[in-house]
């Protein structure tokens, strides 16, 4: 029996010195009974991303488009591969030797489309917006209607679905999970380690973008698909609004009141109110870490995040209305510091326990 081809799609623009330990990483898979090829799809960088790929021995293609996506990328990559199995990697990742080999054997069943596995950031330390969003990554194991950017995909799969949307700047990963699962396909969601990641955010201005491009990411495809009958994070984008419009207005409100009552008490019990919240959410949240001042945190964020994610929310009807098409919102430097290739967060180590389901 021939043994498969897997081919690892590796994305990336200015990614630096990140890009140098994700084809390190790539190039010590474990791969006793199944061939690798890497390809590596640079989308514009002026860091010298390409050369440096290409120096590792890597197939490299270089986008020239005005408009650079990750789904440009990803589609221009498999398209290019011979694989019958697609790695799809970010170029700010470090892969996991054992999850390739750890994954074909799921493909057995031929319901699987997809597998993806943990990610973890791989600094998790670095700074306080790291520290809480390496707990937006975790996920209870599982079937799932959704997958990350970094996920191992059957090419017949991708064949059947036509890939990625090119025209989306976010969200395309989910949206071309919701074609495969149309198809009867399934997501898959595995217990074991995939990538360390290096999300690169040491500022609140880094933060507030990457939350603006989630809200353009969540009103541009519901909005493709809010007249179908099986509309598609439409919920999730009104109750953004609905969260935004609340936190921005109950300060505001506040405010007011007790200007016009010359009393703090308005404004004492708008804040304890908001402190509950973050609480409640802290709580709810324990399943993810038992790092309390972690969880606190991601308290924290999971309210304030709703603020840009509405403005992401509004710049894309706002672009759509003027007949414009977004740019795409970056929010890293490729200045980031980078630590070893050898570099993995803990939890990637060890295979990790089986994650509770969230309550």
């Avoid at 890009?19 to 791969?31: D, P, Y």
């Avoid at 894309?316 to 919102?329: Q, V, Y």
Wanted: include cysteine; proline fraction near 6%.
């Amino acid at each position: 029996m021939t043994a498969p081809l897997v081919s690892v799609v590796v994305i990336g623009r200015n990614e630096g010195a990140r890009l140098e330990r994700c084809l390190t990483s790539v190039a010590a898979i474990e791969h006793p009974n199944f061939a690798v090829e890497v390809l590596y799809v640079d989308s514009g960088s002026s860091d010298g991303s390409a050369a440096l790929a290409a120096s590792h021995g890597v197939e490299t293609i270089s986008l020239h488009t005005a408009r650079p996506t990750a789904a440009q990328g990803r589609n221009t990559g498999w398209r290019a591969a011979a694989g019958s199995f697609i790695l799809f990697l970010d170029g700010d990742t470090i892969l996991h030797p054992r999850f390739v080999a750890d994954s074909l054997p799921d493909f057995d069943d031929p319901s699987i489309a997809v597998v993806w596995g943990h990610r973890r950031e791989t600094f998790e330390t670095r700074s306080l917006y790291t520290r809480v969003l390496d707990l937006d990554w975790r996920y209870p194991p599982g079937f799932t209607a959704f997958c990350g950017g970094d996920a191992l995909f059957r090419r017949a799969a991708l064949e059947a679905t036509g890939g990625f949307d090119d025209t989306l700047i976010a969200g395309e990963e989910p949206e071309l999970c919701r074609r495969i699962s149309a198809l009867g396909l399934r997501i898959f969601h595995a217990n074991r380690p995939m990538t360390g990641h290096d999300l690169g955010i040491t500022t609140f201005a880094a933060y507030w973008r990457r939350a603006l491009r989630a809200g353009h990411a969540y009103a541009e495809v519901s909005a493709r698909f809010s007249h179908t009958a099986n509309p598609f994070w439409l919920l999730e984008s009104r109750r953004n609004r609905t969260r935004a419009a609340f936190l921005m207005g109950l300060p505001l409100g506040a405010c007011c009141v007790s200007l016009v009552a010359r009393s703090c008490w308005p404004l004492t019990l708008a804040l304890a109110l908001l402190l509950a919240l973050i609480l409640r959410t802290a709580w709810k949240a324990r399943w993810r870490s038992n790092d309390i001042v972690a969880l606190l945190l991601y308290g924290v964020h999971s309210h304030l995040q709703q603020i840009p994610i509405f403005f992401g929310q509004c710049r894309f009807w706002r672009d759509r209305r003027m007949g414009r098409g977004a740019m795409l919102l970056e929010y890293k430097s490729s200045s980031t510091p980078a630590g070893p290739a050898s570099a993995l967060a803990p939890e990637l180590r060890q295979p990790p326990p089986p994650a509770p389901r969230p309550e």
